[in-house]
């Protein structure tokens, strides 16, 4: 059944002259019995029709758009014009395949430019019953000429999927942009990949994108940690987005605080690939993650689910969502969810309950608002701990322990957070080229961990672990903002695209803590239960900092090229103060930021690009004489070429590129600098990645459906004052190899019964800068099988069971050691059962 866009106000819509297209079966990789023709729907401009159907709303009348075509066969006709005029168009795939359309030049309506085309044809358009885009109809109309057709689907921001493929993302120029003319390497993981795959967060998601590792800290039950081209990218580096906007992080000193985003409540994950500071402020060079919650839908839907595991988990979900009045001008959602679970750790369990409501409001088609709330409550454990190096990476007389110990005390083990947000969503098109938006947001995120942890590496027994304890209280809050005007103009043979705006976040981070005393620990026969004394709980330190950017960014079209050039102007500030000492430190910064892009678009679906893009982030601290550290700034320079046949619902990824971050803290070269009594540090360093990608997402059949990717990675310290200098990076894998193949088994054999399987290949990295731990190179693998019990009985229309597994053969494995007392095991089996009912 088709899935209706999101209705959004007309306007005249960028022209594409290879914008994406879906042709269902226009091409023999598909087969399937109809054909579709969409482009963004966002960019919808619509015009008066004759007149509609009986029981349909009638097309609000809107502008013309500019048309170019040349003389095509129909369907080819069809598709181009929709992606030019920013509609959609559906209809079976046998309408009109003899005909041929006339060649279109000028400024046209939507009905007036579709009469053109279908003249002669025997077909004609009527409007959807929703009022947005049209059908193809045999003149006279016949009510079975219009076929069923595949799952379509419109995510909140306008953006066009279907199936595991997502055509769009807005992530990248903040515009509606197919990714085909974005000159930057992105990657989407939408809702049905991540079903597809068992993802229950961001990371997860992310396991078969290229140039993306995750776990490199092992298991850890607290965030996402993720990193894109060799630089961290996940919750603690705080380069991990919520809907466009930067969340309230651990930059400031507060290492224990940290947002993490149940995947259950998200649309999408989105990666993109190298420096975005253009648009988003201090971002590493490495790139970011924006991860898209789920927004209100225009048509009803629902979702209820329960899901448990080899560990216990035992979780329900739920999922509503539609219109609340006949007009469509209000929409909700309510996505909610709650848990609780065992884990691959001993004595460590987690608990979750989720609740994120929305709405929207859309008085006219200028103008629309939606509301965004979420609150998100963990309470229980930590699965994240810092192991002895012998026991785990060295063997000791008594061997190694497992993935399963716990170093800490069952009575003193708590990691408790509490997240919610507010904000909303805003945009109103002044004119049919001219458009407003908004994001704004309030977040805050309360933690409260204690534990008992170690205190250095195993004792000369090679048996007894020495502990300590402390605890922490962290409230971390912020408000971020982003305004941009989107102007959509023609200048002489140019279309374009500009945007300016201005972004601004604050944050303030409070810290109490708290140290104690526990006692030692036998690793290989552990009993628990010894005292655990505390201190005073007190205040220990403050951090503030604000940013506010400048940003402008034009995309420039001129028949099959598309440029993009963006610039940013930066000034960010940070405070601090350490309350047992009283020191306040003030830091202020400034940069300039851009990016250039060039895309050119065959016909055939090829589209070779290039870019060339800077980053920065700020650094706190000062070096000798009180000097503060300038920002470290990255650069690189990236080619390619995508490949997404028309008509197809596939696309390819090749990516090469080179990355260079400077500024980085090396010890002093004179022993006698002095900071604080430690010796100071300068800001000599360099680091360099090189690398190649591959990535894919293709529908080979209408039954096979391959996920893959491959990446080779080089990084070095290419300038130091210390021992490293030449090393590799650590965590940084110098090839990974993701695979994933899912088939849905024929009718006649097991109708409605889909089997996956994936292999994930990574080889050996080096887990600290000095190159002395060099964890061994890994390969796991993963399956899923997922049935449709409407094959079995119509009456169970809308449920459904899955069965994924992950690391399927249990391996055992350290993810990295950076020291003595700082290893990490990676993640163990999982297999997950769910039951879902859709309607």
């Known amino acids: ?64 758009v500019r048309i170019q075509l040349p003389a095509l066969p129909l369907r080819e006709a069809l598709l181009r014009f929709g992606q030019q005029a920013g509609i959609t168009i559906i209809g079976t795939a046998d309408l009109g395949k003899d005909h041929s359309a006339p060649a279109l030049d000028g400024q046209y309506r939507i009905d007036e430019g579709l009469d ?181 839908t225009d048509h009803a839907r629902g979702e209820v689910g ?114 919610s947000s507010l904000g909303y969503e805003f945009s109103h098109a002044f004119s049919d080229s001219v458009k407003f938006n908004q994001k704004l947001r309030y977040m805050r995120v309360d933690t409260d961990n204690a534990g008992v942890n170690r205190s250095g590496d195993l004792l000369s027994d090679g048996r007894t ?101 963006g610039l940013r102007h930066d000034w960010s500030e940070d405070n601090s103060l350490v309350r047992a000492t009283g020191v306040k430190t003030r830091y202020t910064d400034e940069a300039t930021t851009w990016r250039t892009g060039l895309v050119y678009l065959f016909d055939n679906g090829f589209a070779p690009y290039v870019s060339y893009a800077t980053s920065f982030e700020p650094v706190n601290g000062v070096g000798y004489g009180g000097t503060p550290f300038k920002p470290t700034k990255g650069k690189q320079v990236e080619a390619g070429i995508k490949f997404q046949p028309t008509g197809s619902r596939s696309m390819v990824t090749l990516s090469a590129y080179e990355i260079r971050q400077q500024n980085i803290q090396t010890p002093d070269p004179d022993p006698t600098h002095l900071c604080d009594g430690s010796q100071c540090y300068v800001q000599t360093g360099e680091a360099r990645v090189r690398g190649l990608e591959l990535e894919g997402n293709a529908v080979l059949t209408d039954q096979w459906t391959l996920i893959a990717s491959g990446t080779l990675m080089d990084s070095r310290v290419t300038k130091s004052n210390s021992t490293d200098l030449g090393n590799q990076l650590p965590r940084v894998p110098k090839r990974t190899v993701n695979l994933w193949l899912d088939y849905k088994l024929p009718n006649d054999i097991l109708p409605g019964v889909s089997v996956g399987a994936g292999m994930r290949h990574t080889s050996g990295v080096y887990g600290d800068t000095a190159n002395q731990y060099h964890m061994a190179a890994v390969t796991l693998w993963d399956a899923a099988i997922r049935y449709d019990l409407s094959a079995l009985n119509p009456a169970l229309k809308g449920l459904r069971f899955s069965l994924n597994a992950t690391n399927l053969t249990d391996k055992e494995y350290l993810a990295s050691c950076s020291g003595v007392s700082s290893c990490y095991y990676g993640a163990r089996r999982s297999v997950t059962a769910n039951l879902n009912y859709a309607w």
């Open 1 to 64: 059944m088709f899935s209706s866009p999101v209705s959004r106000p007309p306007r005249i819509a960028p022209r594409r002259p290879l914008a994406l297209a879906l042709a269902l079966a226009c091409n023999g990789l598909v087969g399937a019995p109809a054909m579709l023709l969409a482009t963004a729907a966002e960019a919808q401009t619509t015009a008066q029709p004759a007149s509609p159907a009986p029981g349909q709303r009638a097309v609000a009348p809107g502008p013309t």
């Open 116 to 296: 053109r085309l279908l003249a002669g044809s025997g077909l004609r358009a009527r409007p959807n019953a929703n009022g947005e885009g049209y059908r193809l109809e045999p003149l006279p109309p016949s009510s079975d000429s219009v076929a069923a057709l595949p799952p379509v689907a419109v995510t909140a921001d306008g953006m066009r999927e279907i199936g595991t493929l997502s055509f769009d993302s807005r992530a990248g120029t903040k515009t509606d942009t197919p990714l085909v003319e974005t000159p930057q390497s992105i990657s989407v993981v939408n809702r049905e990949m991540m079903d597809m795959l068992g993802a229950t967060n961001s990371a997860d998601a992310l396991r078969y994108s290229a140039g993306v590792n995750i776990g490199g800290y092992g298991v850890d039950s607290r965030v996402d940690e993720i990193s894109v081209r060799g630089f961290r990218t996940g919750s603690f580096a705080n380069n991990l987005y919520l809907d466009g906007l930067r969340p309230p992080g651990s930059s400031s000193g507060a290492t224990a605080s940290a947002t993490q985003f149940d995947g259950y409540g998200l649309e999408r994950v989105e990666v993109l690939r190298g420096p975005s500071s253009v648009l988003y402020g201090q971002i590493a060079p490495g790139g970011l993650i924006n991860v898209v919650s789920k927004h209100p």
């Open 465 to 565: 672990l020495p502990r300590t304890a402390s605890s922490n209280e962290i409230r971390s809050e912020g408000f971020t903002m982003d305004n941009n005007v989107q102007y959509d103009f023609d200048l002489g043979p140019t279309r374009n695209t500009l945007l300016t705006g201005v972004d601004y976040r604050t944050q303030t981070i409070r810290v109490a803590s708290a140290s104690g005393k526990a006692g030692t620990l036998d690793v290989f026969d552990p009993v628990y239960g010894g005292p655990v004394t505390m201190g005073k709980m007190t205040p220990s330190r403050r951090a503030d900092s604000n940013q506010t950017g400048l940003y402008a960014q034009d995309q420039l079209r001129w028949g099959r090229w598309v440029a993009t050039f």
């Open 306 to 419: 329960v899901a448990t595991d080899n560990n216990g988990l035992a979780r329900f979900n739920g999922d509503v969502s539609g219109p609340l009045d006949e007009d469509g001008k209000w929409l909700y959602r309510v996505v909610g969810t709650a848990y609780h679970s065992n884990t691959q750790v001993d004595h460590v369990d987690l608990n979750r309950v989720m609740i994120a409501p929305s709405l929207t409001w859309r008085p006219s088609w200028r103008t629309q608002l939606t509301l965004l709330a979420n609150y998100q409550q963990d309470r229980g454990g930590s699965t994240y701990q810092f192991l002895p190096a012998h026991g785990t990476y060295y063997s000791t007389q008594y061997g190694k322990f497992g993935s399963n110990r716990f170093l800490g005390e069952p009575g003193f083990n708590r990691y408790d957070r509490t997240q």
